[in-house]
Protein backbone atom coordinates (compact mmCIF):
# COMPACT_ATOMS: atom_id res chain seq x y z
CA UNK A 1 0.00 0.00 0.00
CA UNK A 2 2.83 2.58 0.84
CA UNK A 3 4.73 3.49 -2.42
CA UNK A 4 6.69 6.12 -1.40
CA UNK A 5 10.82 5.03 -0.92
CA UNK A 6 12.56 6.48 1.64
CA UNK A 7 16.62 6.75 1.09
CA UNK A 8 18.90 6.74 3.91
CA UNK A 9 22.68 7.42 4.06
CA UNK A 10 24.93 10.04 3.05
CA UNK A 11 28.79 9.90 2.54
CA UNK A 12 30.97 6.45 2.41
CA UNK A 13 27.87 4.91 4.14
CA UNK A 14 25.84 1.84 2.79
CA UNK A 15 23.22 3.64 1.34
CA UNK A 16 19.79 2.29 2.09
CA UNK A 17 16.19 1.77 0.77
CA UNK A 18 13.24 2.06 2.42
CA UNK A 19 9.72 1.27 1.78
CA UNK A 20 7.40 -0.80 -1.79
CA UNK A 21 9.39 -3.87 -2.47
CA UNK A 22 12.72 -3.18 -0.86
CA UNK A 23 14.15 -5.62 1.05
CA UNK A 24 13.18 -5.56 5.44
CA UNK A 25 15.72 -3.29 6.81
CA UNK A 26 16.71 -3.54 10.48
CA UNK A 27 17.57 -0.32 13.04
CA UNK A 28 19.25 -1.33 15.97
CA UNK A 29 21.73 -0.99 18.95
CA UNK A 30 21.38 -0.31 22.54
CA UNK A 31 19.05 1.97 23.89
CA UNK A 32 21.34 4.40 24.83
CA UNK A 33 25.42 5.20 24.01
CA UNK A 34 27.20 4.10 27.21
CA UNK A 35 30.57 4.54 25.84
CA UNK A 36 32.84 4.74 23.05
CA UNK A 37 34.32 1.35 23.53
CA UNK A 38 30.49 -0.04 24.18
CA UNK A 39 28.98 1.50 21.02
CA UNK A 40 32.04 -0.16 18.90
CA UNK A 41 31.69 -3.40 20.10
CA UNK A 42 28.10 -3.46 19.66
CA UNK A 43 28.36 -2.08 15.72
CA UNK A 44 30.34 -4.60 15.38
CA UNK A 45 28.52 -7.32 16.37
CA UNK A 46 25.41 -6.40 15.04
CA UNK A 47 27.17 -6.00 11.72
CA UNK A 48 28.65 -9.83 12.08
CA UNK A 49 25.05 -10.89 12.33
CA UNK A 50 23.48 -8.54 9.40
CA UNK A 51 26.26 -9.37 6.85
CA UNK A 52 25.39 -13.10 7.87
CA UNK A 53 22.10 -12.77 6.85
CA UNK A 54 22.24 -10.48 4.47
CA UNK A 55 20.10 -8.08 6.09
CA UNK A 56 21.05 -4.30 5.19
CA UNK A 57 20.65 -2.24 8.73
CA UNK A 58 21.46 0.74 10.75
CA UNK A 59 22.41 1.73 13.57
CA UNK A 60 20.62 2.97 16.76
CA UNK A 61 21.56 4.79 19.95
CA UNK A 62 20.57 7.77 21.21
CA UNK A 63 22.93 10.31 22.85
CA UNK A 64 20.15 11.76 25.58
CA UNK A 65 17.43 10.07 27.11
CA UNK A 66 14.85 12.75 28.22
CA UNK A 67 11.68 10.56 28.93
CA UNK A 68 13.49 8.56 31.81
CA UNK A 69 11.19 7.77 34.97
CA UNK A 70 14.10 8.73 37.74
CA UNK A 71 15.94 11.54 37.83
CA UNK A 72 18.49 8.63 39.20
CA UNK A 73 18.42 7.12 35.86
CA UNK A 74 21.31 6.94 33.10
CA UNK A 75 20.33 10.38 31.07
CA UNK A 76 23.26 9.77 28.30
CA UNK A 77 27.00 10.82 27.27
CA UNK A 78 25.43 13.97 25.73
CA UNK A 79 25.31 15.66 22.16
CA UNK A 80 28.63 16.22 21.80
CA UNK A 81 30.28 13.21 23.06
CA UNK A 82 27.33 11.15 21.56
CA UNK A 83 27.54 12.50 17.97
CA UNK A 84 31.31 11.74 18.36
CA UNK A 85 30.62 8.47 18.85
CA UNK A 86 27.99 7.48 16.30
CA UNK A 87 30.25 9.34 14.18
CA UNK A 88 33.10 7.06 14.42
CA UNK A 89 30.34 3.62 14.33
CA UNK A 90 29.70 5.44 10.87
CA UNK A 91 33.29 5.51 9.81
CA UNK A 92 34.35 2.41 10.84
CA UNK A 93 31.51 0.15 10.04
CA UNK A 94 30.11 2.01 6.85
CA UNK A 95 26.61 2.12 8.65
CA UNK A 96 24.32 4.98 9.14
CA UNK A 97 23.03 5.75 12.19
CA UNK A 98 20.66 7.24 13.73
CA UNK A 99 19.54 8.96 17.39
CA UNK A 100 16.77 11.04 18.62
CA UNK A 101 16.23 14.45 19.53
CA UNK A 102 14.48 15.72 22.71
CA UNK A 103 15.00 19.22 22.34
CA UNK A 104 14.44 21.20 18.50
CA UNK A 105 18.03 23.32 19.60
CA UNK A 106 19.63 19.72 19.29
CA UNK A 107 17.98 19.13 16.03
CA UNK A 108 20.25 21.32 13.21
CA UNK A 109 23.56 18.93 14.99
CA UNK A 110 21.78 15.79 15.30
CA UNK A 111 21.04 16.14 11.48
CA UNK A 112 24.46 16.75 10.38
CA UNK A 113 25.79 13.65 11.48
CA UNK A 114 22.89 11.19 11.87
CA UNK A 115 21.53 9.48 8.50
CA UNK A 116 18.02 9.37 9.66
CA UNK A 117 16.95 11.31 12.55
CA UNK A 118 14.21 10.02 15.27
CA UNK A 119 11.32 11.91 16.60
CA UNK A 120 10.31 10.44 20.27
CA UNK A 121 7.02 8.94 20.63
CA UNK A 122 6.14 11.38 23.78
CA UNK A 123 6.87 14.40 21.06
CA UNK A 124 5.48 13.11 18.21
CA UNK A 125 3.18 15.78 17.85
CA UNK A 126 5.00 18.74 19.40
CA UNK A 127 5.40 21.19 16.42
CA UNK A 128 8.72 22.71 17.42
CA UNK A 129 10.43 19.16 17.63
CA UNK A 130 9.08 18.35 13.95
CA UNK A 131 9.56 21.63 12.43
CA UNK A 132 13.38 21.33 13.59
CA UNK A 133 13.84 17.50 12.32
CA UNK A 134 12.19 18.65 9.26
CA UNK A 135 14.79 21.32 8.85
CA UNK A 136 17.95 18.85 9.28
CA UNK A 137 16.53 17.19 5.85
CA UNK A 138 17.46 14.15 6.43
CA UNK A 139 14.72 11.12 6.84
CA UNK A 140 13.09 11.04 9.66
CA UNK A 141 11.94 7.88 11.95
CA UNK A 142 8.68 8.81 13.42
CA UNK A 143 7.66 7.44 16.35
CA UNK A 144 3.84 7.52 16.76
CA UNK A 145 2.97 7.91 20.45
CA UNK A 146 1.72 5.90 22.77
CA UNK A 147 -1.72 7.75 23.16
CA UNK A 148 -1.97 8.03 19.50
CA UNK A 149 -4.61 6.76 17.02
CA UNK A 150 -2.68 5.14 14.08
CA UNK A 151 -5.25 7.93 11.73
CA UNK A 152 -3.50 10.81 13.57
CA UNK A 153 -0.85 10.02 12.81
CA UNK A 154 -1.40 11.90 9.28
CA UNK A 155 -1.27 15.36 11.24
CA UNK A 156 2.04 15.03 12.37
CA UNK A 157 3.19 14.03 8.45
CA UNK A 158 0.80 17.04 7.71
CA UNK A 159 3.16 19.27 9.75
CA UNK A 160 6.65 17.61 8.59
CA UNK A 161 5.28 18.31 5.10
CA UNK A 162 4.09 21.77 5.64
CA UNK A 163 7.63 22.51 6.97
CA UNK A 164 9.22 20.99 3.68
CA UNK A 165 10.18 17.31 4.81
CA UNK A 166 8.78 14.45 3.03
CA UNK A 167 11.03 11.93 3.80
CA UNK A 168 8.95 10.19 6.72
CA UNK A 169 8.90 6.19 8.22
CA UNK A 170 6.24 5.97 10.45
CA UNK A 171 6.73 3.58 13.14
CA UNK A 172 4.76 1.40 15.61
CA UNK A 173 5.84 1.22 19.37
CA UNK A 174 3.07 0.10 21.27
CA UNK A 175 -0.58 2.18 22.44
CA UNK A 176 -1.51 2.29 26.02
CA UNK A 177 -3.95 0.18 27.21
CA UNK A 178 -5.22 1.95 30.19
CA UNK A 179 -1.99 2.64 32.78
CA UNK A 180 1.24 1.03 32.67
CA UNK A 181 0.31 -1.09 29.80
CA UNK A 182 0.35 -1.24 26.00
CA UNK A 183 -0.67 -3.05 23.51
CA UNK A 184 0.03 -3.86 20.02
CA UNK A 185 -3.12 -3.03 16.84
CA UNK A 186 -1.60 -4.78 14.22
CA UNK A 187 -4.32 -2.44 12.07
CA UNK A 188 -1.99 0.31 12.64
CA UNK A 189 0.43 -0.66 9.60
CA UNK A 190 -2.42 -0.38 7.25
CA UNK A 191 -3.84 2.41 8.47
CA UNK A 192 -0.09 4.52 8.56
CA UNK A 193 1.02 2.87 4.95
CA UNK A 194 -2.06 4.76 3.72
CA UNK A 195 0.09 7.70 4.44
CA UNK A 196 2.43 6.53 1.30
CA UNK A 197 5.19 6.68 4.07
CA UNK A 198 7.27 2.95 4.68
CA UNK A 199 6.41 1.60 8.05
CA UNK A 200 8.54 0.19 10.97
CA UNK A 201 7.39 -1.94 13.93
CA UNK A 202 9.40 -1.35 17.54
CA UNK A 203 9.39 -4.85 19.23
CA UNK A 204 11.50 -4.03 22.16
CA UNK A 205 9.27 -0.89 22.98
CA UNK A 206 5.79 -2.73 22.14
CA UNK A 207 6.81 -5.22 24.77
CA UNK A 208 7.33 -2.64 27.09
CA UNK A 209 5.22 -1.76 30.46
CA UNK A 210 5.96 1.60 30.99
CA UNK A 211 6.81 2.37 34.29
CA UNK A 212 5.81 -0.69 35.73
CA UNK A 213 8.35 -1.20 38.02
CA UNK A 214 7.70 1.86 40.24
CA UNK A 215 10.27 4.69 39.11
CA UNK A 216 11.34 2.35 36.06
CA UNK A 217 10.08 0.63 33.20
CA UNK A 218 9.28 -3.69 33.22
CA UNK A 219 8.58 -5.09 30.09
CA UNK A 220 7.53 -9.13 28.38
CA UNK A 221 10.43 -9.62 26.29
CA UNK A 222 9.43 -13.43 25.82
CA UNK A 223 7.06 -11.82 23.44
CA UNK A 224 9.28 -10.58 20.70
CA UNK A 225 9.45 -12.90 18.75
CA UNK A 226 5.30 -13.35 18.54
CA UNK A 227 5.20 -9.50 17.72
CA UNK A 228 8.56 -9.45 15.06
CA UNK A 229 6.34 -12.54 13.52
CA UNK A 230 3.13 -10.61 12.90
CA UNK A 231 4.33 -7.23 12.04
CA UNK A 232 6.49 -8.43 9.29
CA UNK A 233 3.97 -10.95 8.13
CA UNK A 234 1.95 -7.57 8.03
CA UNK A 235 3.89 -5.35 5.79
CA UNK A 236 6.40 -3.65 7.33
CA UNK A 237 9.03 -2.19 5.71
CA UNK A 238 11.58 -1.54 8.63
CA UNK A 239 12.01 -3.93 12.03
CA UNK A 240 13.50 -1.79 15.12
CA UNK A 241 14.88 -3.62 18.10
CA UNK A 242 16.97 -2.25 21.06
CA UNK A 243 19.95 -4.31 21.33
CA UNK A 244 22.47 -5.50 24.07
CA UNK A 245 24.95 -7.58 24.86
CA UNK A 246 23.93 -7.84 28.82
CA UNK A 247 20.44 -6.41 29.39
CA UNK A 248 20.54 -6.74 33.25
CA UNK A 249 23.70 -4.20 33.12
CA UNK A 250 21.88 -1.96 30.17
CA UNK A 251 22.23 1.55 31.64
CA UNK A 252 18.91 1.98 29.66
CA UNK A 253 15.39 0.15 28.96
CA UNK A 254 17.40 -2.82 30.56
CA UNK A 255 13.76 -4.78 31.17
CA UNK A 256 13.06 -4.13 27.06
CA UNK A 257 16.32 -4.66 24.95
CA UNK A 258 16.81 -7.73 23.23
CA UNK A 259 19.67 -9.77 24.61
CA UNK A 260 22.42 -10.02 22.03
CA UNK A 261 22.74 -13.54 21.87
CA UNK A 262 18.83 -13.68 20.27
CA UNK A 263 19.42 -11.35 17.15
CA UNK A 264 20.01 -13.86 14.31
CA UNK A 265 17.31 -15.75 15.64
CA UNK A 266 15.00 -13.09 15.17
CA UNK A 267 16.20 -11.20 12.51
CA UNK A 268 16.52 -15.07 10.42
CA UNK A 269 12.70 -15.41 10.95
CA UNK A 270 12.20 -11.67 10.34
CA UNK A 271 13.38 -11.66 6.57
CA UNK A 272 11.85 -15.25 5.82
CA UNK A 273 8.38 -13.79 6.57
CA UNK A 274 9.06 -10.56 4.72
CA UNK A 275 10.30 -12.69 1.50
CA UNK A 276 7.08 -14.40 1.86
CA UNK A 277 5.30 -11.98 2.07
CA UNK A 278 6.33 -10.10 -1.02
CA UNK A 279 6.10 -13.24 -2.77
CA UNK A 280 2.24 -12.90 -1.64
CA UNK A 281 2.12 -9.31 -2.80
CA UNK A 282 3.78 -9.89 -6.16
CA UNK A 283 1.27 -13.51 -7.02
CA UNK A 284 -2.33 -11.39 -5.63
CA UNK A 285 -1.10 -7.33 -5.22
CA UNK A 286 -2.53 -5.51 -2.65
CA UNK A 287 -4.94 -6.63 -0.30
CA UNK A 288 -8.26 -5.53 -1.47
CA UNK A 289 -10.77 -7.00 0.53
CA UNK A 290 -14.03 -5.50 1.53
CA UNK A 291 -12.68 -1.88 0.39
CA UNK A 292 -14.18 0.89 2.07
CA UNK A 293 -12.91 3.05 -0.73
CA UNK A 294 -13.43 1.39 -4.10
CA UNK B 1 -29.69 34.73 -19.56
CA UNK B 2 -26.72 32.42 -18.89
CA UNK B 3 -24.88 31.08 -16.08
CA UNK B 4 -22.59 33.54 -15.37
CA UNK B 5 -25.64 35.86 -15.03
CA UNK B 6 -26.54 34.02 -11.33
CA UNK B 7 -23.14 31.65 -10.60
CA UNK B 8 -21.69 32.47 -6.89
CA UNK B 9 -18.38 33.47 -8.10
CA UNK B 10 -15.10 31.66 -7.26
CA UNK B 11 -14.14 32.62 -3.37
CA UNK B 12 -17.86 32.71 -2.29
CA UNK B 13 -17.96 29.15 -2.08
CA UNK B 14 -16.70 26.31 -0.33
CA UNK B 15 -13.52 24.98 -2.22
CA UNK B 16 -10.75 22.69 -0.06
CA UNK B 17 -7.37 21.81 -1.96
CA UNK B 18 -7.12 17.73 -2.43
CA UNK B 19 -4.48 17.64 0.84
CA UNK B 20 -7.25 18.76 3.48
CA UNK B 21 -8.74 16.01 5.58
CA UNK B 22 -12.32 15.12 5.71
CA UNK B 23 -13.12 17.45 9.00
CA UNK B 24 -11.53 20.31 7.14
CA UNK B 25 -13.65 20.40 4.50
CA UNK B 26 -16.69 19.72 6.47
CA UNK B 27 -15.85 22.74 8.34
CA UNK B 28 -15.66 24.88 4.74
CA UNK B 29 -19.22 23.51 3.93
CA UNK B 30 -20.68 24.63 7.58
CA UNK B 31 -19.26 27.68 7.03
CA UNK B 32 -20.84 28.32 3.80
CA UNK B 33 -23.60 26.97 4.93
CA UNK B 34 -23.86 25.23 1.66
CA UNK B 35 -23.76 21.33 0.69
CA UNK B 36 -21.14 20.81 -1.34
CA UNK B 37 -17.31 21.45 -1.49
CA UNK B 38 -15.33 21.51 -4.73
CA UNK B 39 -11.85 19.97 -4.37
CA UNK B 40 -8.85 21.76 -6.69
CA UNK B 41 -5.33 21.07 -7.76
CA UNK B 42 -2.86 23.54 -7.71
CA UNK B 43 -3.77 25.20 -11.08
CA UNK B 44 -7.55 25.43 -9.81
CA UNK B 45 -8.70 22.58 -11.78
CA UNK B 46 -11.82 21.12 -10.39
CA UNK B 47 -10.50 16.76 -9.31
CA UNK B 48 -13.71 16.14 -7.17
CA UNK B 49 -16.81 17.21 -5.31
CA UNK B 50 -18.18 16.14 -1.76
CA UNK B 51 -22.65 16.41 -1.22
CA UNK B 52 -24.22 15.76 2.25
CA UNK B 53 -25.63 13.02 0.21
CA UNK B 54 -22.69 11.93 -0.70
CA UNK B 55 -21.22 11.98 3.08
CA UNK B 56 -24.89 10.33 4.33
CA UNK B 57 -24.00 7.75 1.88
CA UNK B 58 -20.75 6.81 3.42
CA UNK B 59 -20.85 7.45 6.99
CA UNK B 60 -23.77 4.37 6.09
CA UNK B 61 -20.98 2.32 4.15
CA UNK B 62 -17.52 3.15 5.91
CA UNK B 63 -17.52 1.63 9.77
CA UNK B 64 -14.22 3.00 10.73
CA UNK B 65 -14.52 4.86 13.91
CA UNK B 66 -15.76 8.28 13.19
CA UNK B 67 -12.17 9.69 14.33
CA UNK B 68 -10.91 8.00 11.72
CA UNK B 69 -13.14 8.98 9.04
CA UNK B 70 -12.64 12.62 9.91
CA UNK B 71 -8.94 12.24 9.60
CA UNK B 72 -9.20 10.46 6.02
CA UNK B 73 -8.36 12.65 2.84
CA UNK B 74 -11.19 14.37 1.79
CA UNK B 75 -10.38 12.97 -1.83
CA UNK B 76 -11.02 9.38 -1.09
CA UNK B 77 -14.31 10.47 -0.65
CA UNK B 78 -14.83 12.16 -3.46
CA UNK B 79 -16.95 12.34 -6.67
CA UNK B 80 -14.04 12.48 -8.61
CA UNK B 81 -16.63 13.15 -12.26
CA UNK B 82 -18.81 15.79 -11.16
CA UNK B 83 -21.60 17.00 -14.00
CA UNK B 84 -20.54 20.60 -14.66
CA UNK B 85 -21.48 23.46 -16.77
CA UNK B 86 -19.93 26.73 -18.16
CA UNK B 87 -20.56 30.25 -17.47
CA UNK B 88 -22.26 30.41 -21.05
CA UNK B 89 -24.51 27.73 -20.59
CA UNK B 90 -28.44 28.60 -21.17
CA UNK B 91 -29.60 28.99 -17.66
CA UNK B 92 -32.64 27.58 -18.61
CA UNK B 93 -31.10 24.55 -20.35
CA UNK B 94 -28.93 24.03 -17.27
CA UNK B 95 -31.69 25.01 -14.47
CA UNK B 96 -33.55 22.21 -16.32
CA UNK B 97 -30.53 19.48 -16.53
CA UNK B 98 -30.10 19.84 -12.51
CA UNK B 99 -33.96 18.72 -12.44
CA UNK B 100 -33.42 15.60 -14.09
CA UNK B 101 -30.05 14.72 -12.53
CA UNK B 102 -31.46 15.59 -8.84
CA UNK B 103 -29.08 17.82 -7.87
CA UNK B 104 -28.84 21.21 -6.10
CA UNK B 105 -25.47 22.65 -6.92
CA UNK B 106 -22.92 22.46 -10.18
CA UNK B 107 -19.92 23.75 -10.42
CA UNK B 108 -18.50 26.16 -12.93
CA UNK B 109 -15.64 25.65 -15.48
CA UNK B 110 -13.94 27.68 -17.82
CA UNK B 111 -12.05 26.26 -21.07
CA UNK B 112 -9.28 25.72 -19.69
CA UNK B 113 -11.25 23.18 -17.03
CA UNK B 114 -10.91 25.55 -13.98
CA UNK B 115 -13.22 26.10 -11.00
CA UNK B 116 -14.74 29.60 -11.61
CA UNK B 117 -17.97 29.37 -10.27
CA UNK B 118 -20.99 27.49 -8.86
CA UNK B 119 -24.84 27.16 -9.78
CA UNK B 120 -27.23 27.07 -6.46
CA UNK B 121 -30.47 25.41 -8.14
CA UNK B 122 -32.18 28.67 -5.68
CA UNK B 123 -31.02 31.61 -7.06
CA UNK B 124 -31.24 30.20 -9.96
CA UNK B 125 -34.73 29.26 -10.32
CA UNK B 126 -35.63 32.64 -8.39
CA UNK B 127 -33.60 34.62 -11.07
CA UNK B 128 -35.66 32.55 -14.37
CA UNK B 129 -39.21 32.94 -12.41
CA UNK B 130 -38.20 37.06 -12.07
Not at chain 1, 41 to 58: S, T, V
Not at chain 1, 123 to 140: D, E, G, H, V, Y
Not at chain 2, 69 to 96: A, G, M, Q, W
Request: proline share 5%; glycine share 6%; with cysteine.
Amino acid sequence: MNKKIVKVGYGDVEKIKIGGQNPLVFVGGPCAIENRDHALFMAGAIKKICDKLKIQWIYKSCYDKDCRSSPKSFHGVGIEKGLEILSEVRRLYKVPVVSDFSDPSWADLTGEVCDLVQVPAYLCRQTSILRAAARTNKPILLKKGQFMSPWNMKNSCRKLESFGNEKIILTERGTFMGYNMLVNDMTSFPIMASTGYPVCYDATHSIQLPTSMGNISGGQREFIPYLVRSAVANGINLLFMEVHDNPAKALSDSNTVLDLKYLENILYQAKKLHQIRIEILNKLGDDNVHPTNP
Amino acid sequence: MTVNDVMIPFGDFPVVSKKMILKEALTEMDMANLGLVCIINDKKELIGIITDGDLRRKLLKVQKPFSSFLVDDVLIHSKRDPVTCSSNDDLKYVVEKMGRIQIWDLPVLDNEKKLIGLLHLHPAVKKLLE
